[in-house]
Nanobody, 114 residues
Framework: QVQLVESGGGLVQAGGSLTLTCSAG???????MGWYRQAPGKERDLVAL??????FIKYADSVKGRFTISRDNANLYLQMNKLKPEDTAVYYC??????????WGQGTQVTDSS
């Protein structure tokens, strides 16, 4: 069982920065970790995804050059720079185990305050 707890969301003006943190506890069986987001009335979409045991990283086109995913042991981060109003969403931490079992955090809200 993988438990994911996000933190770091909040209000931010357009052009500002914010860092989200996901604490996973243990990731011994995890193959991938990443971030998804869901805006009001829209589907949950991939933001960034990385492999635990390889350098593979994938970003959504809409965040390339602005967002950076990184990991320190069982803590996953999303550094968000040059935020735009369309980045407003609930951001979810995601993990997938080697057996393809998926886990989600409870979500953290990021809102444009402009």
């Amino acid at each position: 069982q993988v438990q994911l707890v996000e933190s770091g969301g909040g209000l931010v003006q357009a052009g500002g920065s914010l860092t989200l943190t996901c604490s996973a506890g243990t990731i011994n069986s995890v193959m991938f970790m990443g971030w998804y987001r869901q805006a009001p009335g829209k589907e949950r979409d991939l933001v960034a995804l990385g492999a635990i045991r390889s350098p593979f990283i994938k970003y959504a086109d809409s965040v390339k050059g602005r967002f950076t995913i990184s990991r320190d042991n069982a803590n996953l981060y999303l550094q968000m720079n040059k935020l735009k109003p369309e980045d407003t969403a609930v951001y979810y931490c995601y993990a997938m185990e080697s057996g393809r079992t998926e886990y989600w955090g409870q979500g953290t809200q990021v809102t444009d305050s402009s």
